[in-house]
């Protein structure tokens, strides 16, 4: 398997409770490497962007809300596998299903304010880090 990239988010519930340590903590002991990283305040605009596929889903405002209530920190992960394996170390959208040990499991609040993002597909991947990166921004 080759090595690849997946694009996370820690979450404003997460980045509010000063968790950011706390997550990439689990991200690395897990093997991936954080090879880019910036907490930024999304503006309205780009949050309505970045979920775009979520718009006609009764959530989405409450989503996009949640998303600029207070900053995130915007992450490039790379690794084997990296796409499937965050969504491992992450665990279910809903911290209820999620599985022990994972991030959500342990630290999300609910279904909505579930702490991280990380991409479903490498196609994905590669357009989520494009929105928010420059190339010469990630260094492997
Ligand atoms: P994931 O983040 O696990 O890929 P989805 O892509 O299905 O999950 O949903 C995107 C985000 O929308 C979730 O992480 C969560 O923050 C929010 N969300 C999903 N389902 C709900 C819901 N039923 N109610 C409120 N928020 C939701
Ligand atoms: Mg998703």
Known sequence: MAIQRTFSIIKPDATERNLTGAINAVIEESGLRIVAQKRILMARREAEAFYAV??????????????????????????????????????ATNPANAAEGTIRKRFA????????????????????????????EIVG
């Open 109 to 136: 609040r609910s279904i909505g304010e579930n702490s991280v993002h990380g991409s479903d597909s490498p196609e994905n991947a590669a357009i989520e880090i494009a929105q928010f990166f420059s190339g010469n």
């Open 54 to 91: 979520h718009k006609e889903r009764p959530f989405f405002g409450e989503l996009v809300d949640f998303m600029i209530s207070a900053p995130v920190v915007v992450q490039v992960l790379e690794g084997e596998n990296a796409v499937l394996r965050y969504r491992d170390v992450m665990g």
